[in-house]
């Protein structure tokens, strides 16, 4: 049996789940088949794996307890549905990670959200700061102020942005084919399952053209986009039967089940690059000749007590250029800390920053996965 590497060796997770799978096709919410869902995540999570779920299935559930039987046309309609069925929704989710003693969080996001740089910047914090602690996120579109979003059925993209936002190593979306097949199952007996590609393949666009189930709202045309979003952060894509027994434990043991869609490089190197290109620097940092010697070298972070001064205003997160004591610009990347704070440790030693600032967030001012050398 071949193994896929990329989901033994992932530390950072993101798994999405349809509406179709999580009503079990709008019978109301499949508790059951949540409860197996959280029992494989709390495996993940009990060997380390940070677990971020982008859960769908608002509308539909919040239709069942209204006893809606057909999709509502009207967005006011579709936004009250939303609102009582993420009721149902976290509720469940809480409930079945609690067997596991495992908290769980509500994070409710619009694209907007991730689009504003401040917005994007906190909502990273909040999800990491989440992660740290051993909380499992449960993302949603926030529907009620949302307009086209709920109207096409996202979830898939945000899915993707999540994976971009918290740099994770994988994106797992959940549906109710058993992944991605040649032409849509639902109408053709024939079609054949994908089980590799990679995310820009432009076939991919040609096979996935069939439209959603009913329940769903994006069908494989928005998973294929968002496999190419999460590739952007080096991120790949596995979309697998929900249904499929053991199906997240399977993955994770490197089973080839389901359709893998590769990036085409690796987190670090799509990181790097995003710098490389990035021409809009906040501020500069000067280095004393050692640290400029040893970033030349390549593979090393950038320390406080490395850098000489500190020029402009930025916030932790932001891109600042590094330069040599002629003025000549060595390196690029982001930095671990807001500029009043990288002012009082420049030429500090790490172990002093604790004491200079009343904390530490990192013990570099810029960690080589974040650092480009020009
Ligand atoms: N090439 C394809 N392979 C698999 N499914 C396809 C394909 N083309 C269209 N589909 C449809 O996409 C549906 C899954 O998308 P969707 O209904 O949006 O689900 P979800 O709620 O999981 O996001 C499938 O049920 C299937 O009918
Ligand atoms: N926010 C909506 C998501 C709609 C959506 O994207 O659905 P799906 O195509 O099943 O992932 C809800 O919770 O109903």
Known sequence: MS????????RRLVIKIG????TNDGKGLDEAALSLWVDQIAGLIDEGVEVVVVSSGAVAVGMSRLGWVSRPDQLHELQAAAAVGQMGLV???EAQFKRHDVHTAQILLTHDDLSDRKRYLNGRSTLRALLDVGVVPIVNENDTVV?????FGDNDTLGALVANLIEADG????????GLFDRDPRKHADARLVTERKASDRELDAMAGGGAGVLGRGGMQTKVRAARLAARSGAFTVIVGGRVERAITRLRQGEVIGTLLLPEQGRVAARKQWIAGHLQTRGT????AGAVKVLCLGGRSLLPVGVK?????????EMVSCIDESGREIARGLVNYDADEARAIAGRSSHRITEVLGYISDEEMIHRDNLVII
């Open 3 to 10: 193994t896929r590497s990329q989901l033994r060796q992932a």
């Open 19 to 22: 509406s179709a799978l999580l």
């Open 91 to 93: 509720q469940s989710w």
């Open 147 to 151: 307009t086209d979003e709920i109207r």
């Open 171 to 178: 994106l797992i979306i959940l549906t109710d084919q058993l």
């Open 285 to 288: 940092l000067t280095l004393d």
């Open 309 to 317: 001064s500190v020029a402009g205003q930025f916030r932790r997160g």
